[in-house]
C-alpha cells in the first residue's frame, strides 16, 4: 500500500510539473526579439508534435496533403482560386493546400461549411497574391460583403493578399462598407497575411483564431466580430483622412461568452491622432492590447463606450505593459483595465485559442 501510494504521488507530481510547463511554455513572451525563437518551441510541426492534437487534426495532417496548384498562366490545374475550392469534396477530412502564384486573383471566393481542412498558400513570400474584389453591403450584406469567406475549421492561410476593392466609404452613400475576409469556422490560422481595406475590413466572426505576422489596415471597426483571436506580432495600421477612425468593434454577448480579441506585440500605426483601440459592438465586447507599441494615431482616452455608460459594467478593454505615444495610461477612460501581471496571463498564452489541440506552424510546400 505505501510503494503503490508513494507511485500515485510521484505520479501526480508529474502530471502537475508537466502541465506547469506546458502552460508556461505556451506564454508569449514579453520581449519582442524572442517571440520568433518562442514560436518555433511552442508551436512545433505535425511530425514533432507530443500527443497534444484532437484526433481529427492527426488524421487531417496524417500523410501527403493533396496539393492544388492555381497559377494565372495556366501551368497550374486551375487559373482560379474558387475552381480550386470547389474541387475540394464536400466532408473532406484530409489536409488540402492549394498553392496560388503571384498575380492579381479578381473574384469572390467562399469556402463553405463542410470542406474543412484547406490551406492557401501563396508559393512566393514576397510577391504574394492578390485576391480582390469589390463587394459593398449595399449589395451583399456586410458579412457578405466580403472577398474570402471562410465558413469552414481548420482553416489556414500564408503568404497571401486579400482585398476589397471597393470606393472607400465617404459618409453619404448607403451600405458602403466593405470588408475584405470573413472568418467564420473555427481553428483558423493566418501568417504573413495581408488584409486590405477601409470600414469593416476583416470581420473575425466566430471561432478560435491565430494570426502572426500579419497587416491589417482600415478606418472604422475594420476588426469586428465575436471571435476569440491571438494576433502577434502583427501591424494594425490606421488610414488617416477620416473624422473618427476605431479598431475594434468587438461582439461578444454576455459576461461568460468565449470570444475577445488578443493583440501582443502588434505595432499600431498610422497618423491623424484621431483613432480608438476600440468600442462595444455588443454589450460585452472583449479586447487586450499587451506589449503594443502604439503610435500617437490613438487619441489619449484609447477607448469608447459608444456612448453608452450603461455598458462599462460589461464590456471589457484592457491593457497591459504597452509602449509608444498613444499608449500613455495618463488620460485613458476611466473603464480601461489596466491589467495585473496575472490577469494578463490569460491573453498572452497560446492556451486561450486552445492552440495545443490543433495550431501548427506555417506549412512548407
Same mark, same amino acid.
Given at each position: 500500500?505505501?510503494?503503490?501510494?508513494?507511485?500515485?504521488?510521484?505520479?501526480?507530481? /508529474?502530471?502537475?510539473?508537466?502541465?506547469?510547463?506546458?502552460?508556461?511554455?505556451?506564454?508569449?513572451?514579453?520581449?519582442?526579439?524572442?517571440?520568433?525563437?518562442?514560436?518555433?518551441?511552442?508551436?512545433?510541426?505535425?511530425?514533432?508534435?507530443?500527443?497534444?492534437?484532437?484526433?481529427?487534426?492527426?488524421?487531417?495532417?496524417?500523410?501527403?496533403?493533396?496539393?492544388?496548384?492555381?497559377?494565372?498562366?495556366?501551368?497550374?490545374?486551375?487559373?482560379?482560386?474558387?475552381?480550386?475550392?470547389?474541387?475540394?469534396?464536400?466532408?473532406?477530412?484530409?489536409?488540402?493546400?492549394?498553392?496560388?502564384?503571384?498575380?492579381?486573383?479578381?473574384?469572390?471566393?467562399?469556402?463553405?461549411?463542410?470542406?474543412?481542412?484547406?490551406?492557401?498558400?501563396?508559393?512566393?513570400?514576397?510577391?504574394?497574391?492578390?485576391?480582390? /474584389?469589390?463587394?459593398?453591403?449595399?449589395?451583399?450584406?456586410?458579412?457578405?460583403?466580403?472577398?474570402?469567406?471562410?465558413?469552414?475549421?481548420?482553416?489556414?492561410?500564408?503568404?497571401?493578399?486579400?482585398?476589397?476593392?471597393?470606393?472607400?466609404?465617404?459618409?453619404?452613400?448607403?451600405?458602403?462598407?466593405?470588408?475584405?475576409?470573413?472568418?467564420?469556422?473555427?481553428?483558423?490560422?493566418?501568417?504573413?497575411?495581408?488584409?486590405?481595406?477601409?470600414?469593416?475590413?476583416?470581420?473575425?466572426?466566430?471561432g478560435k483564431h491565430f494570426f502572426k505576422d500579419c497587416y491589417i489596415e482600415g478606418t472604422v471597426d475594420f476588426i469586428f466580430g465575436e471571435g476569440r483571436s491571438i494576433y502577434l506580432n502583427t501591424e494594425i495600421h490606421v488610414l488617416s483622412?477620416?473624422?473618427?477612425?476605431?479598431?475594434?468593434?468587438?461582439?461578444?454577448?454576455?459576461?461568460?461568452?468565449?470570444?475577445?480579441?488578443?493583440?501582443?506585440?502588434?505595432?499600431?500605426?498610422?497618423?491623424?491622432?484621431?483613432?480608438?483601440?476600440?468600442?462595444?459592438?455588443?454589450?460585452?465586447?472583449?479586447?487586450?492590447?499587451?506589449?503594443?507599441?502604439?503610435?500617437?494615431?490613438?487619441?489619449?482616452?484609447?477607448?469608447?463606450?459608444?456612448?453608452?455608460?450603461?455598458?462599462?459594467?460589461?464590456?471589457?478593454?484592457?491593457?497591459?505593459?504597452?509602449?509608444?505615444?498613444?499608449?500613455?495610461?495618463?488620460?485613458?477612460?476611466?473603464?480601461?483595465?489596466?491589467?495585473?501581471?496575472?490577469?494578463?496571463?490569460? /491573453?498572452?498564452?497560446?492556451?486561450?485559442?486552445?492552440?495545443?489541440?490543433?495550431?501548427?506552424?506555417?506549412?512548407?510546400?
Amino acid at each position: 500500500m505505501g510503494m503503490a501510494k508513494q507511485f500515485s504521488i510521484s505520479f501526480a507530481t /508529474f502530471i502537475l510539473v508537466n502541465i506547469f510547463f506546458t502552460i508556461k511554455a505556451q506564454t508569449i513572451p514579453a520581449a519582442d526579439g524572442e517571440v520568433n525563437t518562442w514560436f518555433q518551441t511552442a508551436v512545433k510541426p505535425f511530425s514533432a508534435q507530443s500527443g497534444t492534437l484532437e484526433s481529427n487534426v492527426v488524421e487531417a495532417e496524417s500523410g501527403a496533403a493533396e496539393v492544388i496548384d492555381v497559377r494565372q498562366d495556366g501551368s497550374g490545374k486551375f487559373t482560379t482560386i474558387s475552381d480550386a475550392v470547389k474541387h475540394v469534396k464536400i466532408g473532406n477530412t484530409k489536409r488540402v493546400i492549394i498553392t496560388i502564384g503571384p498575380g492579381e486573383y479578381k473574384e469572390k471566393v467562399k469556402i463553405e461549411r463542410l470542406s474543412a481542412y484547406i490551406t492557401f498558400y501563396g508559393t512566393d513570400p514576397k510577391n504574394r497574391p492578390t485576391i480582390t /474584389f469589390a463587394g459593398t453591403a449595399a449589395e451583399y450584406g456586410t458579412v457578405d460583403s466580403a472577398t474570402l469567406i471562410v465558413e469552414s475549421d481548420y482553416f489556414v492561410a500564408a503568404n497571401i493578399i486579400v482585398s476589397n476593392a471597393a470606393p472607400r466609404p465617404d459618409g453619404e452613400r448607403k451600405g458602403a462598407q466593405a470588408s475584405a475576409m470573413r472568418i467564420s469556422g473555427d481553428k483558423a490560422a493566418f501568417y504573413n497575411c495581408k488584409f486590405v481595406g477601409f470600414q469593416d475590413t476583416v470581420c473575425d466572426d466566430k471561432g478560435k483564431h491565430f494570426f502572426k505576422d500579419c497587416y491589417i489596415e482600415g478606418t472604422v471597426d475594420f476588426i469586428f466580430g465575436e471571435g476569440r483571436s491571438i494576433y502577434l506580432n502583427t501591424e494594425i495600421h490606421v488610414l488617416s483622412g477620416d473624422p473618427a477612425a476605431v479598431i475594434t468593434a468587438h461582439a461578444r454577448k454576455t459576461a461568460d461568452g468565449e470570444g475577445g480579441y488578443s493583440f501582443v506585440h502588434c505595432p499600431v500605426t498610422g497618423t491623424g491622432g484621431n483613432a480608438l483601440l476600440g468600442r462595444p459592438w455588443m454589450e460585452a465586447a472583449r479586447v487586450v492590447f499587451s506589449y503594443c507599441t502604439i503610435s500617437d494615431v490613438i487619441k489619449p482616452e484609447g477607448w469608447t463606450n459608444n456612448d453608452k455608460p450603461e455598458l462599462e459594467k460589461t464590456m471589457f478593454f484592457g491593457e497591459y505593459s504597452n509602449t509608444g505615444p498613444g499608449a500613455s495610461p495618463d488620460k485613458r477612460a476611466p473603464y480601461t483595465k489596466k491589467l495585473t501581471d496575472e490577469e494578463v496571463k490569460t /491573453f498572452t498564452s497560446l492556451e486561450y485559442i486552445d492552440a495545443a489541440k490543433w495550431l501548427l506552424p506555417p506549412p512548407k510546400v
